[in-house]
C-alpha cells in the first residue's frame, strides 16, 4: 500500500492516503513525493545515450563508455553508459584505488592510484555487468600491472629475486593462476607500461640499458604467441608519459623535448620511417589518438585536428575538445563539440576517400532527473514464513544514486533505519531486513516503509516514496512484545519482576536474550507468578499471580512488555500448592489453567476469553499429583493436536503427560532423571520457529534449552543458552 508523507516525517498516526496498487509497482508517482519537473533526457530526443554533464571520460569500450565524477563525499564514482540504451552501471573506485579500461569492454579496478604500480586486480566485463567479477592477485608473483587483454587475463611485469623483471601473461582460470613469460624482450628490460590490447595484439614501452645511461623500447607483443613481433627504439622509457598507440600502419608514443614541449613521435610499421609531431607546450592538456595513419589531437583551447602521417595534410574534426580515447576497434572517441550537433561524444572513423569524418554518438546533457520507478515493498510479510527476513527494493531512474530507507512501525514509533548505497543490478536498490530493530526483533503490525533517493553528487532534488507494510507472525503464549519471540519473566529476591526478550530465532545456534526490561517491583506479594497465555481476548500473553490470602489476580498483557492493572480472578485458590497455564487443553483456541491442591488433585480450569471472567468452573481430571513438586504446562510438545504437560517427582525424575484434547492426559511416559538439578521449568514457546513449543530449565548449575522434538518416547534435545549465565540463584520464580 502507497501513502503520502511529507519528507520522512512519518504522519501515520492519522487517516492516511492509500491507494492500492497491487505487488508494489508504481503505476504512476503520486504528486506529493514528486521532485518537481524533469527535462526529457537527451536519449528520447535523439536516440543518443546521454553523456553525463559535469563527469570526465574514464575509458571507452566496445559496447559503451566510462565516465567519472567525485561525490558529494570527495570519493571518486564511475558511470558506464551502454551505447546502445539499457540502464547505466554505478562502479566503485576502493580508496586510493585506479582503473583503466581495455580488451573490448573490461574495467580493471587496482589497489593503487598510479596504473602500473596496480597488485590487486579485479576485472569487471561490461558487456555483461552482472556477470562476477574476476579477481587477479600479482602479489603473490611480485608483479605490477602493464595492460588487460581479456575478461580473465591481464599482461603484468613481474620482478625476480636478483631484481630484474620480465613481462607475463597472467590467466585466471577458475581458482587457478597461471603464468606464461612473453619473449623476445629485451634481457634487462623494466619499466613496462601498456597501450589497450586490440585483436590479441599489445604496444608495451619498457627502458633498458645499463643503469646510468637507460634507454627506451616500443613492442609490440602477440599475446596469444607470447611473443614480441616488432620491436622500436625510443629516447626515454616515458612511463610517466604512456601515450602508446598502434594502428594498422604505424606505432605512436607521447615524448616530452626541453624547450619545445609535447611531441607524437611516430614509425611508419611497413618503411620504419620516423617522423616527429609537435603539439605544443607540456602543459597544455594534450589528448592524442591514432586513427590509420593519421593523428587526431588537440587541448581544451584549440580545435580537433588530424594529422597526415604521411603527408603532413591537416583536417579540421571539431570545433572544440577536451579528450581522446582510443576505442576497442581502432577508431577514436573524443569528447567535443561542433556547432551543428552541440556537446557529446564524437566517433573520428575514416571515412571511404581516405579521410576522418567525426560521428556524434552521445549528447553531453545532465542525466534524466531522479525518480523512483517502481517500489518491490510486499504489502504484507509473514516473518514465520520467510525465516524472519525480508528483501526490500526501488527501481530508481538512475544508478548513480543513493537511497535512504525508514521502517516505522506505527504503533510505537520505533524506527530501523539503513542506507543502500548502490544498486545491486541495474537501477535496482534492494536490502535485506531482519526483522529487527535496534538488535531486537521489531514488534508485528503495520509499518510505514519511507525511501529517500538522492544523486551522488548531491545534485538535484531527492525522489521520495512511501508505502505501508504490515508485519505478522504466529502467536506466541511467551510473547509480551508483539514480536513474535518468547519473553521469559522473572522476579528476585527483592520482588522486582525483570523481562528478557529473546531472539525469535537462535543466534550461533543458540537462544540468546538481547533485551533486559525492569517490569516493577512489589511481586513479592504474590507465592507464585504464571505466564498463562492469552486468558483475555487479546494476542499477547498474560499473567496471574497467587497472593499470600489466597487470592488470584489476572495481568493483562499490553503488547509492549507492561501489563494493565491487577483485575481479582477470585478467591479461595489457597487450597493450590501448583499452578500452571498456557496451554490449551480442550482445543477450544484459548489457554486453559490447570492446579494441584494439597491432596494431590489436579484441577481444570478452562479458559473463557473474557478478561474480566477468564475462567470457569474447576472440573477435576485426576488424582495422586501430590508426588510431584512442579507441573508445566508446555503447548503441543509431542506431536498430537492438545497441549501436554510436563510434571518432576520427588526424585528429580520428568514426567510427559499427552493432551487427549477433552482436558484429560494419555498415561505419563518417562522422560528422563537429574531434573531436581533446576528450581523452575518454563513452557517458553516456540523458541526456534520449528513450529513446536519448547522447555527452559532454570537451575543453580545454569539454565538450557530443551526443544522438543515432536516425538513422545523421545520429547527433548539439550541445548546450552547464555540466558540467566551465572544468575542460577538470583531470581525465585521464573516464568
Do not use: C
Amino acid at each position: 500500500m502507497q501513502f503520502r508523507s511529507t519528507r520522512l516525517a512519518l504522519a501515520v498516526t492519522a487517516v492516511l492516503t492509500v491507494t492500492a496498487l497491487g505487488a508494489g509497482t508504481l503505476a504512476t508517482a503520486p504528486a506529493a513525493l514528486a521532485a518537481g519537473p524533469v527535462a526529457a533526457p537527451a536519449q528520447e530526443a535523439t536516440g543518443l545515450p546521454v553523456y553525463p554533464e559535469g563527469t570526465d571520460p574514464g575509458g571507452v569500450g566496445a559496447s559503451g563508455f566510462l565516465t567519472y565524477f567525485f561525490a558529494a563525499d570527495t570519493s571518486r564514482k564511475l558511470l558506464w553508459t551502454p551505447y546502445g540504451g539499457g540502464p547505466r552501471t554505478l562502479l566503485e573506485v576502493a580508496e586510493g584505488g585506479g582503473w583503466t579500461v581495455g580488451a573490448g569492454d573490461v574495467v580493471v579496478f587496482g589497489d593503487d592510484n598510479w596504473v602500473f604500480e596496480m597488485r590487486s586486480l579485479t576485472l569487471r566485463n561490461m558487456a555483461t555487468p552482472s556477470a562476477p567479477a574476476v579477481g587477479i592477485d600479482l602479489r603473490p608473483l611480485n608483479g605490477t600491472f602493464v595492460a588487460v587483454l581479456s575478461p580473465t587475463s591481464v599482461l603484468a611485469q613481474l620482478a625476480k629475486a636478483d631484481g630484474t623483471t620480465e613481462l607475463h601473461v597472467v590467466t585466471k582460470d577458475g581458482a587457478a593462476t597461471n603464468t606464461r613469460k612473453v619473449t623476445g624482450l629485451p634481457a634487462d628490460a623494466t619499466e613496462f607500461f601498456g597501450s589497450e590490447a586490440r585483436d590479441g595484439v599489445v604496444l608495451v614501452g619498457y627502458e633498458t640499458g645499463p643503469a646510468n645511461a637507460r634507454t627506451g623500447g616500443r613492442a609490440l607483443v602477440d599475446t596469444a604467441a607470447g611473443t614480441a613481433t616488432e620491436t622500436y627504439a625510443s629516447a626515454e622509457g616515458g612511463r610517466g608519459f604512456g601515450g602508446l598507440q598502434f594502428s594498422a600502419s604505424h606505432v605512436a608514443w607521447y615524448e616530452y623535448e626541453s624547450g619545445t614541449g609535447g611531441i607524437i613521435r611516430s614509425v611508419d610499421r611497413r618503411t620504419r620511417e620516423v617522423k616527429r609531431t609537435v603539439l605544443g607546450p607540456h602543459d597544455a592538456e594534450w589528448y592524442t589518438s591514432l586513427v590509420g595513419d593519421r593523428l587526431v589531437h588537440g587541448n581544451p583551447r584549440t580545435p580537433v585536428r588530424a594529422v597526415s602521417l604521411a603527408t603532413g595534410e591537416v583536417q579540421n574534426l571539431l570545433d572544440s575538445g577536451s579528450a581522446a580515447l582510443t576505442a576497442p576497434d581502432g577508431t577514436a572517441v573524443v569528447r567535443g563539440a561542433r556547432a551543428a550537433d552541440g556537446k557529446g561524444l564524437f566517433r573520428i572513423d575514416t571515412a571511404q576517400d581516405g579521410t576522418l569524418k567525426a560521428v556524434k554518438v552521445a549528447d553531453e546533457a545532465p542525466l534524466p532527473g531522479l525518480a523512483v520507478d517502481q517500489v518491490h515493498v510486499p504489502d504484507t510479510v509473514d516473518l514465520d514464513r520467510t525465516g524472519g527476513k525480508v528483501t526490500l527494493g526501488w527501481t530508481l531512474s538512475r544508478p548513480d544514486a543513493l537511497l535512504d530507507v525508514t521502517l516505522t512501525h506505527v504503533a510505537t514509533g520505533k524506527e530501523f533505519r539503513t542506507r543502500v548505497n548502490a544498486p545491486a543490478e541495474g537501477t535496482r536498490f534492494s536490502f535485506t531486513w531482519d526483522g529487527t530493530i535496534d538488535g531486537v526483533d521489531a514488534p508485528n503490525g503495520s509499518y510505514g516503509v519511507e525511501a529517500e533517493a538522492t544523486t551522488l553528487d548531491g545534485t538535484g532534488e531527492p525522489a521520495y516514496q512511501g508505502w505501508l507494510m504490515n508485519v505478522t507472525r504466529a502467536p506466541n503464549p511467551h510473547d509480551f512484545t508483539d514480536n513474535g519471540s518468547t519473553d521469559v519473566l522473572a522476579r528476585d529476591a527483592a520482588g522486582v519482576l525483570w523481562r528478557d526478550d529473546l531472539r525469535d530465532r537462535p543466534l550461533d545456534g543458540q537462544v540468546k536474550t538481547v533485551q533486559r526490561s525492569r517490569i516493577g517491583a512489589g511481586w513479592n506479594t504474590y507465592k507464585q507468578i504464571e505466564a498463562v497465555g492469552n486468558t483475555g481476548g487479546a494476542a499477547h500473553g498474560d499473567l496471574v499471580g497467587l497472593d499470600g490470602s489466597g487470592i488470584l489476580w489476572s495481568y493483562l498483557g499490553k503488547g509492549d512488555g507492561t501489563f494493565t492493572g491487577r483485575v481479582r480472578v477470585g478467591g479461595g485458590w489457597g487450597a493450590y500448592n501448583k499452578i500452571t497455564g498456557g496451554s490449551d487443553l480442550n482445543g477450544d483456541g484459548r489457554s486453559d489453567l490447570l492446579a494441584t491442591d494439597t491432596a494431590g488433585v489436579l484441577w481444570l480450569y478452562k479458559g473463557t476469553g473474557s478478561w474480566s471472567a477468564p475462567f470457569a468452573s474447576r472440573v477435576a481430571i485426576g488424582t495422586g499429583w501430590g508426588v510431584y513438586n512442579q507441573i508445566t504446562a508446555t503447548g503441543n510438545i509431542a506431536g498430537a493436536s492438545a497441549g501436554d504437560l510436563v510434571a518432576r517427582d520427588k526424585d528429580g525424575v520428568l514426567w510427559l503427560y499427552l493432551g487427549k484434547g477433552d482436558g484429560t492426559f494419555a498415561p505419563r511416559v518417562r522422560v528422563g532423571g537429574g531434573w531436581n538439578a533446576f528450581s523452575q521449568l518454563v513452557g517458553a514457546g516456540d523458541l526456534d520457529n520449528d513450529g513446536r513449543p519448547d522447555l527452559i530449565a532454570y537451575g543453580a548449575g545454569g539454565t538450557y534449552v530443551y526443544r522438543s522434538t515432536g516425538s513422545w518416547s523421545s520429547a527433548f534435545t539439550r541445548q546450552t543458552t547464555p540466558l540467566y549465565t551465572g544468575e542460577g540463584t538470583k531470581f525465585t520464580n521464573v516464568l
